[in-house]
């Protein structure tokens, strides 16, 4: 039962461009969404988060969206540069519960 | 600043034998916790802890066990590796705030044969 999913375990975007990483998930109490970015051979980093009150959160070149209703959310990258080139993790935790739920990773190239 | 050490970065083990994955943080975090990670999936919670002396199990614990007797050490113990358990092990720790970010180490990848 996989309860955060990423659908596409690679995307392909050119420097400069947009990119648009997307998670769906189907536990309705979950109350707090993240993203962690993974290089290879070392742990994963928090790169940003949004609670289930908000529908947009922005940190710089990193927006979160939610959609509650369908149960979805997106990073979008703007403008995508060669060092985010990475897995990134969406992950999802449940009200005080304090245990993150991981999806199973997208893998992101930046073309120079 | 360390922030979570994981030892050993690399382990072969033989079918049958044991060994203890460690882990150490120096942020005073409540919190504690042990990812896997499989190829091509992401991380899979085995235990975690709320606090000095309470563990419990997450979603795949079985072959596993764990122990806290400190705030800072979670340490994991394999007590008869299998091939199953082939995989990159993470530990991670967070402040006791709903919603906080989890610091991760940079993985124990384990290999059984």
């Known amino acids: 039962d996989q309860q955060v999913k990423q ?6 975007v050119q ?19 993240l993203w962690y970015k993974k290089y290879p051979a070392e742990g994963p980093t928090f790169l940003i988060s949004i ?9 710089g070149r990193f927006t979160v969206f939610l959609n509650k209703s369908a149960k979805h959310l997106s990073l979008h990258i703007v403008p ?30 930046i073309n120079p | 600043n360390a922030g979570v050490t994981q030892t050993p970065k690399f382990r072969i083990l033989k079918i049958g034998q044991s060994m ?13 916790y042990w990812y896997r990670q499989d190829p091509g999936m992401g991380l899979k919670l085995i235990y975690y802890s709320v606090g000095a002396g309470i563990t419990d199990k ?3 614990p079985n072959g596993y066990n764990v122990s806290r007797s400190t705030t800072e ?6 007590e008869l590796a299998a091939p199953s358990q082939t995989s990159v092990y993470f530990c991670a720790s967070s402040p006791q705030k709903p919603g906080s970010p989890l610091h991760f180490g940079n993985g124990t990848r384990l290999t059984v044969t």
């Open chain 1, 7 to 12: 659908n596409s375990p690679s995307l392909s």
């Open chain 1, 15 to 33: 420097e400069g461009r947009i990119s648009i990483l997307n998670c769906d998930y189907t536990n309705s109490m979950f109350d707090y969404f």
């Open chain 1, 51 to 59: 609670s289930s009150i908000k529908d947009k959160n922005e940190d």
């Open chain 1, 80 to 109: 995508s540069q060669p060092g985010d080139s990475a897995v990134y993790f969406c992950a999802a935790s449940d009200q005080g519960a304090q245990k993150l739920v991981f999806g199973q990773g997208t893998r992101l190239t």
């Open chain 2, 20 to 32: 203890t994955l460690q882990c150490t943080q120096d942020m005073n975090h409540n919190y504690m």
């Open chain 2, 58 to 60: 997450g979603e795949v």
């Open chain 2, 73 to 78: 050490d979670f340490p994991l113990r394999l």
